[in-house]
């Protein structure tokens, strides 16, 4: 009795571990990491703030922010935030996206355009960072307003959201 017990708790937790590896592989990319400090009472107590963007080079991305007392915590919980964070976005053949589209994020003005098959990303900073992580291969953007590297990821990301396919918009306005 007890030694198919011992089996079948074999068996569950061998497949937990498969489970757990068939998880698919995330590309993690730093932004940034910068020193910050809190003034008490007792002087300053410095930390680090790290900026990460996670995703798995085929649609899905997101961005984590977090501050620990080191560079490696500090990166390790940003990554855990960025996975909690991700978005699935439309790609479509040509490696692109399927429509001009805007995104804001505090001051920060992001826009999107599609671009021609291997013209590559064109972008700067944050934005062609997360472009890269998602899997998007030509497109043409721009950010306008504040040159903050935090708000200008996120706004990348919330115009990656603003991303609709052509079923998506038949399927909204009952054009089945």
Known sequence: MSSDLKKINKVKKNSRRISNTQE?????RLIKISRVSKVTKGG???????????????GK???????ADDVVNAFKKAKTDGRKNLIELPI?????????????FGACKVIMRPSIEGSGVIAGGAVRIVLEVAGVKNVIAKQLGSN????????????????TTKAQVAKKRNLD
């Open 61 to 67: 991305v997101g961005v984590g922010v977090a501050k």
């Open 92 to 104: 479509t053949k040509a490696l692109s996206i399927p429509h001009n589209v805007a995104g804001n």
């Open 44 to 58: 300053k107590k410095l930390s680090f703030r790290a900026i990460v963007v996670v995703g798995d080079e085929n």
């Open 148 to 163: 903050n590297l935090l708000n200008n990821a996120r706004a990348s990301v919330c115009a990656l959201q603003n991303l």
């Open 24 to 28: 698919p592989k995330l590309v993690e």
